[in-house]
Structure formats: C-alpha cells, structure tokens
C-alpha cells in the first residue's frame, strides 16, 4: 500500500505527509507514514489508514504530536483523527503504550540452546531497525496474544536477524520458564525431518515441533525448493496457529520476493507482521563497536571505530569481524590499537584498502568540513579559524598517507618540516585534552575515507 496508489488517500492527509516528510528523517518517514494512507469520514474527523494495529500503536505513541501539529498546520485548524487497519472496519485506538522489562539471566532449558551473546540489552537499536525490534519485544512479552503471529522478520546478510530472534527466545524463556521455546534453522527443520523419516520416527518428530508454545525458524529461504519439508512445516505452522502458539521466522527478503516456496506459505507468511531490517548508519555502526569495547572491557580509541565503522558500511556480522580480528591481534603484539595499526592488519579487508587517500582529498575535504576554499590552505593568511583546518589537514595528511614531512610542507604552501612536526603536536594535543574537538576530527576522518 503506497500512499500515492490509494484512492482513498484524501488531499489533506496527503499535505499532511508532505509536512511531516520535512520534520524527521526520511527512513523514518519510509517506515512509519509512507505507507499510510487517509480519508474523511462522515463526522468531518480523519481516518488514518495503516497496514496493521502494531503500525497504528507505533504511531499514535510516537508521533501523535506531529500529527496533530501537521493536520493544524495544513488545514488552518485542529481536527480529531483516529487509526483504521487497511481492509478491516474497526478503528485501532490511538491509547498504546509499550513496556519493556529487563530480563534476568536464567539458564537455558533443553529445548532451546541460545547464545548467551545474544540479547535485547546487546541489541543496538537506531533508525534502521527499530520497527522490527519494537516488535520482537511486544512478541516477546505476550507471546501468541498479539496480532503480530507470525512475525516474519527480514534483511541482507548480517544485519542481526539472528541476534533478534536470539534475544526473543531468550526474554519469552526468562518471563516465562514453563514455555516450551524452539529456536532452529531451516536446515535444522529439514535434517530432522529426514532423519524422522529414515528412522520411523515420524511421530516422534511432529510431536517435538508441534508441542512448542514459541517456535522461532531462522532462515526460512532455504525451505525453497524442498516439497516435503515445505508440506510437513505447512502443518506444523497451521497447527501451532490454531493453537495461539507464537511463530517467528526470518529470511534474506520479502515473502512476496522469495522464490520457490508455495504460495500457501507465503501467504501465510504476510498474514501477520512483516518488518526489515536496514544496513545500519555511520552513528550506528560506532555505537555497535562502541558496546562491543563495553562487552569485551576494551580501550579502544574513537578514531579507530569510525575508521571500522566508515569502511565497513553493510554488514553488522563483517563490523564485528573487524573488531575481533584488531583485538586478536592487539593480544598477540601487545602494542596499542591505532588507526595505523588498523589499517595495517584490516586493510586488506576493508574499503579503504581500494581507495586512494591522498593529501590532495584530505585538503578538499578538510576546507569542506572548515567552510573555507580550499586555496586558503595553502594561503599566507594566518586567521585562527584558516590556520586550525590547515593543522588538522596536515594532521590528517601525516596520519593517513606515506607522505614524508617535506612533501606535506610543500603541498601546503610550501611550508618546512617543522611546521609541519608543530602542527601534528598541537592537533594530536588538544585532540586528547578536547573531547569536542576530537568527536569534529573524527568525523572529519570518517568522511576522508568515506
């Protein structure tokens, strides 16, 4: 559903979007109002009409504020609204709210062995994931007594699929020990099942998976293709559905785009909650490296995680990787993690390894960052604010590329090495004194090798 494809998306509710489009981020806008679409009812009060009540809920409790002020603005006046489901007569209330419990730590029971790793506390939450997260949580907390079953979560390769379904089973077992939580992959479903069948067992087995009171499927793409295993899990999902039981799955990608699985399950699929998970943004990927120092009671200097975060753009699973591998190797050389350091043990494995950084780019970007031409770093003019971005570039210059102290001197304004000493010292100095002022240097390097 697609706010310009509904015929019933009224001209207000549309200015409305268009408002609102201005006033937050535009994934946010993607995720919550995009598919949004609007009507007058008879009393003269607006219908918001959304895909599901999780939308409805979501949207009431976080954003009932710019509604209001978006209605108020584009219609001269206030106007009551209220949420409706798309296809369905009831109104969704517009009174939510969400609790979130910590978890304690219980030990795992046989029938679901989970990693310890892998919980809602460990999650990094942003833009980019927080619809699905959002509703493992309400999942997590009611299991089988919401509207989001089966709740189909989906995204690329190592965007922490696994980590949400994880945390799920692990907050379900904690709240509610006496439920029976399953958590397996495809391939797991499928060997067990054959293995039933070579060894009689068939009983045995349907008993095991249709008895769960939470059944979590990571990896749902790979029944494509597998008739029998596709038919044995139609009925075991049928089963378990009718039964109230909560089922979880994930996949590489939209029901509605994955091949070779029946429509029956497809269908089924999208019949309750469909949520993505998007590629993390450059503040995201630092604080998921940021927590990773936390977990592993590490050092490591910010330079250093913007420099893994910048060049690392897509995958959670290749970031932490990264981080491991640094770490490994700062144990066994036991000498400090630099950007240096970094860049000679991952720079094979990273963008910047393909990029070349070169004083030129780091004098563009750095008068870009400063707002300045770039010709005045190379001018005689010795203002405080023309002579710190030509510090930092120098800085930056002697940093990241193999340029010795006279070729940095003449390539800005044919300065001597000393200058050139004195410049780094000053940066490196007040970096280490200036929590601020190390954050804009930091960014500045990340845009550099970006």
Not at 72 to 87: A, D, L, T
Request: glycine share 6%; hydrophobic share 40%; net charge neutral.
């Amino acid at each position: 559903m697609t706010t310009a494809g509904k015929s019933n998306n009224c001209h207000l509710w549309g200015e409305c979007l268009n408002y609102i489009s201005l006033r937050i981020k535009s994934s946010t806008f993607s995720t919550w109002f995009k598919h949004t679409g609007g009507a007058m009812d008879e009393k003269g009060q607006l219908r918001i009409i959304v895909q599901n009540d999780f939308v409805g809920h979501w949207m009431s409790d976080k954003y009932s504020e710019l509604i209001s002020e978006a209605i108020r603005e584009v219609n001269g006046s206030p106007m009551k609204y209220y949420f409706e489901i798309e296809e369905k007569e009831e109104a969704a209330q517009t009174e939510f709210e969400f609790h979130h419990v910590p978890a304690p730590v219980r030990p795992m029971p046989n029938d679901c062995i989970l990693n310890e790793r892998y919980r809602f506390d460990t999650f990094v939450v942003g833009d980019f994931n927080q619809f699905p997260h959002a509703a493992a949580i309400a999942v997590a907390e009611s299991p089988g007594k919401t509207n989001y079953n089966p709740l189909f979560i989906y995204g690329g390769t190592g965007l922490g699929k696994t980590h949400l379904v994880q945390a799920t089973g692990h907050y379900i077992r904690d709240k509610y020990p006496n439920k029976k939580v399953i958590l397996v992959s495809s391939e797991k479903f499928t060997r067990d099942f054959i293995d039933s069948l070579s060894n009689g067992t068939i009983a045995s087995f349907t008993s095991q998976y249709r008895t769960a009171d939470v059944l979590l499927i990571d990896d749902i793409q790979f029944f494509s293709g597998k008739e029998s295993t596709q038919e044995q899990f139609f009925h075991t999902f049928n089963e378990l559905y009718q039964l109230g039981k909560q089922i979880i799955l994930t996949s590489d990608r939209h029901p509605k785009d994955t091949k070779g699985l029946e429509e029956r399950l497809l269908s089924r699929f999208s019949s309750g909650l469909v949520a993505d998970l998007q590629p993390p943004n450059l503040e995201a990927r630092v604080a998921i490296l940021r927590k990773r120092t936390v977990a592993e009671d590490v050092s490591i200097p910010d330079d250093v995680l913007y420099f893994i975060a910048n060049n690392v753009t897509t995958n959670i699973r290749e970031l932490e990787g990264c981080f491991n591998r640094l770490l490994a190797y700062s144990s066994l050389e036991k000498g400090p993690i630099t950007v240096e350091f970094a860049m000679r043990i991952l720079g094979k494995e990273l963008a910047y390894g393909k990029k070349d950084v070169t004083i030129d780019l780091i004098k563009r970007k750095t008068a870009e960052f400063f707002k300045i031409e770039p010709a005045m770093l190379i001018a005689k003019k010795k203002t405080s604010e023309i002579a710190l971005a030509r510090q930092v570039a120098m800085f930056l210059s002697r940093k990241f590329t193999r340029s010795s102290l006279k070729a940095i001197g003449d390539a800005f304004g044919g300065r001597d090495h000393t200058t050139v000493i004195h410049a780094c010292n000053l940066i490196e100095g007040r970096i280490k004194m200036d929590l601020s002022f190390g954050e804009k240097v930091n960014k500045l390097t990340a845009i550099i090798m970006g």
